[in-house]
């Protein structure tokens, strides 16, 4: 999934993807993903799935999922050694052309490719990847890899993700229409590269030491060469190639301690950005509330990076348990070792008390916390990129944009607070005022009078009731503003929704919970009404309309 969104990205193509994983025996399954992307060469491909440390992207600083070229090709040895099977690619690149389709191994003994068989075959894609791998498993782990897909699907809102898992069939939807910007390599920072890097740098250069410094690093002007030069005691004219191992070293120590400004992080990161977060999560989770901030770009030992975090609450979210805590790496979900990342950490350190939430530890209740550190060089504890490690430059901008939010959160549970007090009497009111017309009606012998206008008289706003008589549960909308409001109302609830009018115009099922979602406009004094079969239960909310516009009853309460 890694390459293939990268591939997309660098082809300014929106991903389409589809994983798919299939059980074929009693411990082995098919694993599959296929993509929209450019495709693959056919010459690179034996390369690509077939030889370890393939990376075509080790050696550049910009931000992207994967570097090293390891993750693909160990997924192919351990398919091989698993079930002795080689891994099935196809690959088109233009639509002009047919498919070609590869089985692939990997000699073990030379790191080199063994290509099984080779062909041209008719493919529907018109261009795109396709790799199945068999390998041993199990679906023990089933809940956690459809949380990955989802939390990808939340940091990707340009991508659309098909899933078939054994039968079960979901699609997480794109909310952005429009490709991301792909981030472009720069040079690497003089504060940020390896001695080993800098070696291998300097032998296949040709220029003298002062323009191999110009010419090779980010922001080296001739004056920043130049001082580098002389902390290092060498000639600007000498060959860099001829510099010797001590030489290096003496250069390499050099570049600390001379100031270099800060690379360019605009043009090498791609940061999601504040409105595709927000849209992702409430895509998702439907939450009440969410809020979403990006940090100034920054820099750790020369490599620029970018925090971007999100705070939600409500919605599905349990109200009992921890906050969700999502950690995310250069669009990646960090779904293992939560404790050792500094993400975690900087969580646990605020004080959510302050902030209207409770804490043991990690903050409590209905609350979502995202992190996302973008970078072209993401620190991780270690190599199985699980954890973020705690560089004191990525931890404070971590816990500046989390107060932030808290203070975000803080002023809308103020809010929430103001206005279930006036809900309650607005519930009040629309409880008592038809009791006491019909008892009136009663003893005066007349008609039962429509009390709906001196409720909107009284109120002036939005109103949105659910009640249960019968078995049917009704929904109703009021609009006694003198504008009107195009809303959408969310209804929640254990119910199916059997024999629902009218039909809504989305709705969605997680685990034994239902939401339903109506798209409707009101002019002033206008009225609306559903129903559905059921017990009732649940809850409802308006969206799309100010909170100091809005009142929601529900009757059955």
């Not at 040895?77 to 002795?84: E, I, R, V």
């Not at 570049?255 to 927000?278: D, K, M, N, T």
Request: proline letters at 6%; one cysteine or more.
């Amino acid at each position: 999934m890694d390459n293939a969104l990268d591939a997309c990205e660098e082809a300014g193509v929106l991903p389409d993807l589809f994983i798919g994983i299939r059980k074929v025996s009693e411990d082995v399954y098919r694993i599959t993903v296929e993509d929209n992307g450019p495709g693959i060469v056919p010459a690179q491909v034996p390369f690509v799935f077939g030889k370890l440390l393939y990376g075509s992207r080790f050696h550049q600083v910009r931000q992207s999922r994967g570097q090293q070229g390891i993750g693909i090709s160990a997924a192919v040895l351990y398919a091989q050694l698993t079930t002795g099977l080689p891994t099935v690619v196809i690959s088109r690149t233009d639509p002009k052309e047919k498919a070609h389709r590869f089985e692939l191994a990997i000699h073990v003994e030379t790191n080199e490719p063994h290509i099984v068989s080779q062909k041209e075959i008719d493919w529907d894609r018109t261009h795109g990847t396709r790799v199945e791998i068999e390998l041993k498993t199990s679906l023990t782990a089933k809940k956690r890899l459809l949380e990955y897909l989802k939390y990808t699907s939340v940091v990707n809102p340009h991508a659309r993700l098909m899933v078939d898992v054994d039968g079960e069939k979901l699609t997480f939807e794109r909310v952005s229409a429009e490709p991301i910007a792909c981030p472009q390599a720069i040079q690497p920072h003089p504060h940020g590269i390896e001695l080993g890097a800098l070696k291998r740098m300097a032998e296949a250069s040709p220029d003298p030491l002062g323009e191999f410094l110009v010419n090779s690093f980010s922001r080296v002007g001739k004056k920043a060469a130049a001082e580098i030069g002389a902390a290092a005691g060498l000639e600007p004219g000498r060959k860099v190639k001829a510099l010797s191992t001590e030489e290096l070293k003496r250069l390499h120590a050099a570049f600390q301690s001379v100031e270099v400004p800060a690379p360019p992080a605009a043009q090498c990161l791609s940061p999601i950005g504040e409105e595709l977060i927000r849209q992702g999560l409430d895509k998702e989770f439907q939450l009440d509330f969410v809020k979403a901030r990006s940090r100034p770009p920054s820099v750790y030992s020369g490599h620029p990076f970018v925090v971007e975090a999100a705070i939600g609450y409500g919605g599905r979210l349990p109200a009992e348990d921890r906050a969700l805590i999502l950690r995310f790496a250069n669009r990646v979900p960090l779904m293992y070792q939560p404790g050792a990342c500094a993400i975690t950490q900087a969580v646990s350190d605020v004080n959510w008390k302050q902030y209207g939430i409770s804490q043991q530890g990690l903050p409590m209740g209905p609350v979502l916390v995202l992190v996302h550190v973008a970078s072209t060089n993401v620190p991780f504890t270690s190599e199985s990129k699980d954890a973020i490690a705690a560089i004191p430059e990525i931890t404070k901008e971590i816990d500046l944009v989390l107060k932030d939010l808290g203070r975000e959160l803080k002023q809308f549970l103020s809010r929430r607070d103001r206005r279930k007090a006036q809900d309650d009497r607005a519930r009040a009111i629309c409880s008592i005022i038809p009791e006491i017309a019909a008892k009136v009606s009663e003893i005066v012998e007349k008609p039962l009078v429509d009390t709906s206008p001196l409720e909107g008289k009284i109120m002036r706003r939005v109103v949105a009731k659910k009640w249960t008589a019968d078995g049917t549960v009704h929904l109703s909308l009021r609009n006694y503003t003198d504008k009107e409001v195009t809303l959408s109302l969310y209804d929640l609830s254990t119910d199916d929704g059997t024999g629902v009018k009218p039909k809504p115009a989305y709705s969605d099922q997680a685990g034994d919970d239902f939401t339903r979602v109506w798209q409707v406009t009101l002019g002033p004094d206008e009225g609306w009404d559903a129903t559905y079969r059921g017990k009732g239960g649940g809850r409802i909310d308006l969206r799309g309309v100010e909170d100091t516009q809005k009142v929601v009853v529900d009757l059955d309460v």
